[in-house]
């Protein structure tokens, strides 16, 4: 692999859920073949022509089955880089949620010469580091396959403008989301209050930026931290239970149940 601080390039995806590469965000583009992976609970097919991005936790990326002629190249970049690289768009907001829930982006002929172009483009770019504006000119790499990003999402799932104000809303929801105050507020009341606005009005934000009311995300996550948790076999099923504040391990069974699809006992295994 050829690394610096903050970019690293890798030919397999088979060290995706590895230790060194929490804090990264990863981008794959498949040139050939395909790959069946699970995240989050659900199992998904990356082929040939598609891009790959994970937004976060990729230590729940599991049973990675490659076929003989997969080939792909992936491009890990530190959350810190992509916040430096990410042009000024409220657009951003949408895209990054929706890759929350699915993954891969299926891209037209014309997409994937653009998606291509700009991986190779931040490889060569990445092996000349006695550039005298290297990282501006990385962050400049970057940013344009980010842009290239935003517009292969916008013409898949469509593009509204979102509002400065709805945009800020929900920033501040998903962060108190990613605070984990999920684990003891699962109401969205809750959070309402704490952006001083109604608990039907960030309903009504939330599917205008993300296509998804509120109540989803707030489930989202809590699962996302559930299935998490019950792959530590240390963890018992009654300290996870309590972590998140669930009033008796019936109630944490049938939450399971519900969102994972599966009870505690039989997701472990």
């Given at each position: 692999m050829e690394t610096i601080q903050h970019i690293i390039i890798d030919r397999s995806l088979n060290r995706i859920a590895h230790d060194a590469f929490a804090g990264y965000i990863c981008h794959a583009y498949c040139y050939s073949g395909a790959c069946d992976f699970e995240h989050i609970g659900r199992q998904f097919n990356f082929r040939a022509g598609d891009c790959l991005i994970i937004p976060r936790r990729t230590d729940l990326v599991r049973n990675i089955r490659p076929t003989d002629d997969f080939n792909v190249v992936v491009v890990y970049i530190t959350q810190e880089f992509i916040e430096v690289s990410t042009p000024q768009s409220n657009y951003g907001m949408r895209?990054?949620?929706?890759?929350?829930d699915n993954p891969i982006m299926r891209l037209n002929p014309e997409q994937q010469r653009r998606c291509?172009?700009?991986?190779d483009n931040i490889q060569q770019r990445l092996a000349h580091p006695e550039h005298r504006?290297?990282?501006?000119m990385m962050i400049a790499s970057v940013q344009t396959m980010i842009l290239d990003f935003f517009d292969f999402h916008a013409t898949l799932y469509g593009f509204d403008k979102i509002s400065s104000q709805y945009h800020q809303i929900m920033s501040q929801f998903i962060e108190l989301l990613e605070r984990g105050d999920y684990r003891k507020n699962r109401d969205?009341?809750?959070y309402a209050d704490i952006l001083c606005v109604t608990p039907k009005y960030l309903s009504e934000v939330s599917k205008k930026v993300s296509g998804l009311p509120a109540a989803y995300w707030i489930t989202r996550y809590t699962a996302l931290d559930i299935s998490r948790l019950l792959r530590d076999r240390s963890l018992s099923f009654t300290h996870i239970s309590d972590l998140f504040g669930f009033s008796s391990q019936a109630h944490f069974s049938r939450y399971v149940m519900k969102n994972l699809g599966a009870n505690p006992t039989d997701f472990r295994e």
């Open positions: 895209g990054h949620l929706a890759l929350f291509a172009t700009n991986f504006f290297y990282r501006e969205i009341g809750y």
